[in-house]
């Protein structure tokens, strides 16, 4: 008897979106594929910069030792789950370019394990990074906040998406370098100015802002730096990513 429901259970499962075979959990991975993707070990402790190899748990990036993400002009530390490499890049594009739902629930089920594996002090309330309203429109969801949903379930931390909003459709950040992209998103969010979004940011000093892919965390900078402004006390703030990008002349991809 249990035999057959063993069997019948392997018929309903969902196909591995990696390897399209019929042993995936209900996050669409099966296990083998999850321990090949490019997992992030080895990074900045505050930027999660990747490394190419194991420096230590505490070691900052060149760009943090001379300029940190602080409480004065940005987030406090970024735990991200992932290299922006293949098939994760290909499964972020599948999310944003196809409203592939399936792919979006891998991608946030691996920022899951990873938080949970590195279990850090959780916060009061999760915000997904926002877009701007034209771009929400021409896409018809905002990636981030998929991301958001399934963390905030099963974290049980409550999700916002009307405290931090994004006045200015900037230029693609893809092409800019680090100055160019500070320069792009100056004044480009703003906290909702309602009763209600104050008093919520009133009852919570530890928050979280969730994206897909960082590349050099200036749009998360930019929000922290908004949502500080607002404040009428002191915040901490983490950002939580599925992916980040390369250094230049990481040999990560060869691996």
């Known amino acids: 008897m249990w035999s057959f429901i063993e069997q019948l259970s392997s018929l309903l499962a969902p196909p591995c979106l990696l390897c399209n075979s019929f042993s995936a959990n209900l996050d669409n991975y099966c296990q083998g594929c999850y321990a090949e993707l490019p997992h992030n070990h080895h990074c900045c402790a505050i930027c999660a910069?990747?490394?190419?190899?194991?420096?230590?748990?505490?070691?900052?990036?060149?760009?943090?030792?001379?300029?940190?993400p602080n409480i004065t002009n940005?987030?406090?530390?970024?735990?991200?789950?992932?290299?922006?490499?293949?098939?994760?890049?290909?499964?972020?594009?599948?999310?944003?370019?196809?409203?592939?739902?399936?792919?979006?629930?891998?991608?946030?089920?691996?920022?899951?394990?990873?938080?949970?594996?590195?279990?850090?002090?959780?916060?009061?309330?999760?915000?997904?990074?926002?877009?701007?309203?034209?771009?929400?429109?021409?896409?018809?969801?905002?990636?981030?906040?998929?991301i958001s949903k399934l963390l905030s379930k099963r974290l049980g931390i409550p999700l916002n998406d009307r405290i931090i909003k994004r006045e200015k459709d900037t230029l693609s950040q893809q092409e800019l370098n680090k100055q160019q992209r500070r320069s792009n998103l100056r004044q480009a969010f703003a906290v909702n100015a309602s009763a209600s979004v104050k008093k919520v940011l009133e009852k919570v000093n530890h928050i979280a802002i969730v994206d897909d892919v960082m590349t050099t965390g200036a749009s998360a900078n930019a929000v922290a730096t908004t949502l500080r402004k607002a404040a009428s006390h002191e915040l901490h703030i983490d950002v939580w990513c599925v992916a980040r990008t390369l250094p230049p002349n990481s040999k990560l991809h060869l691996y």
């Open 49 to 68: 910069l990747p490394f190419d190899t194991d420096l230590g748990d505490s070691i900052l990036c060149g760009g943090c030792v001379k300029q940190p």
């Open 74 to 146: 940005g987030f406090d530390q970024a735990l991200v789950a992932l290299h922006y490499l293949p098939p994760v890049s290909s499964l972020v594009h599948a999310l944003k370019d196809h409203d592939n739902q399936a792919a979006g629930r891998l991608l946030a089920a691996c920022l899951y394990q990873y938080i949970h594996l590195n279990n850090p002090d959780l916060p009061q309330l999760i915000l997904p990074m926002p877009l701007h309203k034209q771009r929400l429109q021409q896409r018809g969801f905002n990636q981030a906040k998929v």
